[in-house]
Nanobody, 123 residues
Framework: QWQLVESGGGSVQTGGSLRLSCATTTRTFDDYTMAWWRQAPGKEREFVAAINWNSRLIEYTDSVKGRFTISRENAKNMLYLEMNNLKPEDTALYYC????????????????WGQGTQVTVST
C-alpha cells in the first residue's frame, strides 16, 4: 500500500493562484495515471483533472479548462495542480488519486486517495 499526501492548499481571493502538490511513496509512480478531484461542502466529489503516466494524455473538467494545469514529475514521484484565476466556486477539499490504465472520470476507478488539502477562495 502506498501513500498520497497533498499540500499547497490555502485561502486566496478571487483571481488568485495556488499550486497544489501530491507526494507519493510508491517506487513505481510512472505505472499510474494520476488525478485531482475536489469536494465542496454539501456536494459530491467531482473530477478536476487527470494525467497519464507519460503526460501525453491530459483531461480537465470544463469548468477549470484554461485556468488549471496538471503536471507530474515521475523522477520525484510528484503530481501538481497549478490553479490560476481562482473563483469562489473552486472552494473545496482537493484530493490526489491514482489508478492504473486509462484516465477515468468516476470515483470508483481510483483505488488510492490522499487525505485532501483545503482550497478556499473568497470574494
Amino acid at each position: 500500500q502506498w501513500q498520497l499526501v497533498e499540500s499547497g492548499g490555502g485561502s486566496v481571493q478571487t483571481g488568485g493562484s495556488l499550486r497544489l502538490s501530491c507526494a507519493t511513496t510508491t517506487r513505481t509512480f510512472d505505472d499510474y495515471t494520476m488525478a485531482w478531484w475536489r469536494q465542496a461542502p454539501g456536494k459530491e466529489r467531482e473530477f478536476v483533472a487527470a494525467i497519464n503516466w507519460n503526460s501525453r494524455l491530459i483531461e480537465y473538467t470544463d469548468s477549470v479548462k484554461g485556468r488549471f494545469t496538471i503536471s507530474r514529475e515521475n523522477a520525484k514521484n510528484m503530481l501538481y495542480l497549478e490553479m490560476n484565476n481562482l473563483k469562489p466556486e473552486d472552494t473545496a477539499l482537493y484530493y490526489c488519486a491514482s489508478t492504473f490504465g486509462v484516465i477515468k472520470r468516476y470515483q470508483n476507478g481510483y483505488p488510492y486517495w490522499g487525505q485532501g488539502t483545503q482550497v478556499t477562495v473568497s470574494t
